[in-house]
């Protein structure tokens, strides 16, 4: 089976043509960060007027690449949780490109298409595992039996973890998006010069919380009204590192209390280097292991929706499901 897969959900717009026999035959990419960066976050109305520009273009381009429209056996756009007018654009065209074409349309959650994404690597990992899904908007970890399989086991209760890098790297005056930013500046950041909270992780459960220690690097920074260069690079540090040993602690006590020894990370923040060589090193001491995406699946990418599409209309068919902005992933079910 071979899908087109649309990502338009926030401010990347992806697309890729995915086969289930020879893998991802082509995809395409295209950030919206440079149009945003002035206002410091996504401006919704932007995002779908960009959508609608850059859309179009690429599927053709795409699906060009993957030797044209007659091999293709359905189409997958994200449906939600996102932007509304963002992923309209997606799902408009999807489904007329589905309806011209007489292929099934389906509309893929756009966190199960992260949670599905180191799949697309070699190694991939096998069910059951752990997902540790870390982005803009949210923070979760999952306990995943199989596709559309998934239980909640914990989540922030605030600020998702991409969130408070980007509001943290805002106080040290990063450009947006911070996240990247604020990873390059805690390289040259000194380790201990700073000790920030581990927020939760003095008490038992999986939730998570990241909004008290973007206060405690608020109250930090004000104690330091002439913070030089180095000592920003500490700051950031200390920041990335509270974060880095939070996460690692729910996903060690999430594999202890299931069992399991697989942990799959994704989402934009699992990107980072320093969260990827920690849980790395966390799941081995556990005889486990760790998966990934690479870096730029992490983000937003089309890839991960043809590929969650393709899982999906192999084996339960068409859902042409309306968009959405809100959508619980434990809503889903199995194919
Ligand atoms: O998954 P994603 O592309 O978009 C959402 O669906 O939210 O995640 C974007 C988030 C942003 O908050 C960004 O700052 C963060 O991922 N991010 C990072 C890194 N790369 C991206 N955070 C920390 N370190 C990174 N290297
Ligand atoms: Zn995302």
Redesign the pocket.
Known sequence: MRVLGIET??D?TGVAVYDSRQGLVAHALYSQIRLHAEYGGVVPELASRDHVQKLLPMVQKVVAEAGGPEALDGVAYTAGP?LVGALLVGACLGRSLAFAWGVPALGVH?MEG?LLAPMLEDPKPGFPFIALL?????SLLVEVQGVGRYQTLGESIDD????A??KV?KLLKLPY????H??KLAERGKPGRFDLPRPMTDRPGLDMSFSGLKTAVLVLLKSLPDADEQTKADVARAF?DAVVDTLSVKCERALKQTGLRRLVVA???G???R?RARLKAMAESLGGEVFYPR?EF???NGAMIAYAGCLRLETGGPKSSPVTARWPLDSLTAP
């Open positions: 959900s926030c990347e996102g756009h992260h870390v982005s803009g908007g949210h998702a973890a991409g969130e890098f980007d790297a998006p911070g996240g990247p604020l990873a990335e989402g934009g923040v990107a980072n280097k969260l870096p992490c983000t937003d």
